[in-house]
């Protein structure tokens, strides 16, 4: 395969078991004769990662470190590392070997026949029953809520071609949803199952307020269904409230109305005051949504380079 290789990696607290990771992409490089170029994105680690990537770039020479000045999350870390890639195909792993080099290979050869995209799906996890059913119901909701075809059970893990990727960046979005990205613009895209392995070490960084920002940007980037909802749940309430008032009235004239419905009154007034500020909450998100891209802040802040 003549082609140039990149493999971009968001890095995240992981100086303690860096090193196995690129013993990992250096075995496949080796057995495979890559022309390499490996992008680590230190988003803001608490410990000593980015020194250990300067220390790895001095072994393994097609090493590129960034240093992001703050944690930005592993979607920006990821929209990053794809801005400064220049390989025909361009591969994204996570740091913990959860999404295994081996498997790029296969990926390539799924390029080469002619794909575009090839991602990988996950047909088994190695986590807690608690995040399976979370990251499965995630899915499937944002399967049935989307504007756009995002496949089930499919993460960040992919190959894709140096123009799919010019198509992604020219998306400048504040809060990207890069799987929902990736699946906007198009091209011919394969899903590849794969096991996906434990956690190598360490604990993820994705923690539930982490996780609830990434499920709350793929609904709301690529999903008109919430604020539609809105709409119906008014014409609801409106039959509701009309069907209510009728037999009110009726009840009204035919002297059977008395002080006993202050329970209902309380009821319908909590109901419907709830209702409403969950109505401003989704209304509110995509208006948060809306000042982030009018501001025009850069999405992100970049301290510190090595061989870029």
């Given at each position: 395969?003549?082609?140039?290789?990149?493999?971009?990696?968001?890095?995240?607290?992981?100086?303690?078991?860096?090193?196995?990771?690129?013993?990992?992409?250096?075995?496949?490089?080796?057995?495979?004769?890559?022309?390499?170029?490996?992008?680590?994105?230190?988003?803001?680690?608490?410990?000593?990662?980015?020194?250990?990537?300067?220390?790895?770039?001095?072994?393994?020479?097609?090493?590129?470190?960034?240093?992001?000045?703050?944690?930005?999350?592993?979607?920006?870390?990821?929209?990053?590392?794809?801005?400064?890639?220049?390989?025909?195909?361009?591969?994204?792993?996570?740091?913990?070997?959860?999404?295994?080099?081996?498997?790029?290979?296969?990926?390539?050869?799924?390029?080469?026949?002619?794909?575009?995209?090839?991602?990988?799906?996950?047909?088994?996890?190695?986590?807690?029953?608690?995040?399976?059913?979370?990251?499965?119901?995630?899915?499937?909701?944002?399967?049935?809520?989307?504007?756009?075809?995002?496949?089930?059970?499919?993460?960040?893990?992919?190959?894709?071609?140096?123009?799919?990727?010019?198509?992604?960046?020219?998306?400048?979005?504040?809060?990207?949803?890069?799987?929902?990205?990736?699946?906007?613009?198009?091209?011919?895209?394969?899903?590849?199952?794969?096991?996906?392995?434990?956690?190598?070490?360490?604990?993820s960084g994705y923690t539930l307020k982490k996780l609830l920002k990434i499920a709350m940007d793929g609904?709301?980037?690529?999903?008109?269904?919430?604020?539609?909802?809105?709409?119906?749940?008014?014409?609801?309430?409106?039959?509701?409230?009309?069907?209510?008032?009728?037999?009110?009235?009726?009840?009204?004239?035919?002297?059977?109305?008395?002080?006993?419905?202050?329970?209902?009154?309380v009821i319908i007034i909590s109901f419907f005051s709830s209702l409403i500020l969950i109505c401003l909450?989704?209304?509110?998100?995509?208006?948060?949504?809306?000042?982030?891209?009018?501001?025009?802040?850069?999405?992100?802040?970049?301290?510190?380079?090595?061989?870029?």
């Open positions: 395969m003549n082609k140039k290789i990149s493999i971009l990696v968001p890095i995240y607290n992981s100086s303690a078991f860096m090193h196995k990771l690129l013993e990992a992409i250096e075995a496949e490089r080796v057995k495979w004769n890559w022309e390499l170029e490996l992008v680590l994105v230190d988003d803001g680690s608490r410990d000593k990662s980015y020194h250990k990537i300067v220390e790895l770039s001095n072994t393994y020479n097609y090493i590129k470190g960034i240093k992001l000045s703050k944690n930005f999350g592993h979607q920006i870390a990821v929209k990053t590392a794809l801005s400064h890639c220049t390989g025909d195909y361009i591969a994204i792993i996570d740091d913990d070997l959860q999404d295994p080099p081996e498997l790029l290979p296969l990926f390539f050869k799924h390029l080469d026949d002619g794909n575009d995209v090839a991602y990988g799906v996950r047909k088994k996890r190695k986590e807690s029953i608690v995040k399976r059913l979370a990251y499965s119901s995630f899915y499937r909701i944002l399967k049935g809520m989307s504007d756009i075809y995002i496949p089930i059970d499919s993460g960040d893990f992919c190959v894709m071609k140096k123009h799919v990727v010019d198509n992604m960046l020219k998306l400048q979005e504040q809060n990207p949803f890069l799987r929902g990205i990736r699946a906007w613009v198009g091209f011919k895209q394969i899903g590849v199952e794969y096991e996906r392995h434990a956690r190598l070490d360490g604990q609904i709301f980037s690529f999903s008109t269904a919430p604020i539609r909802l809105i709409t119906l749940l008014g014409i609801i309430g409106f039959c509701f409230a009309l069907i209510y008032s009728i037999l009110t009235i009726i009840a009204h004239f035919r002297g059977d109305l008395d002080t006993k419905g202050f329970a209902t009154l909450g989704i209304i509110g998100e995509y208006i948060v949504r809306i000042y982030d891209e009018v501001r025009q802040r850069p999405y992100v802040v970049i301290e510190k380079t090595i061989n870029i």
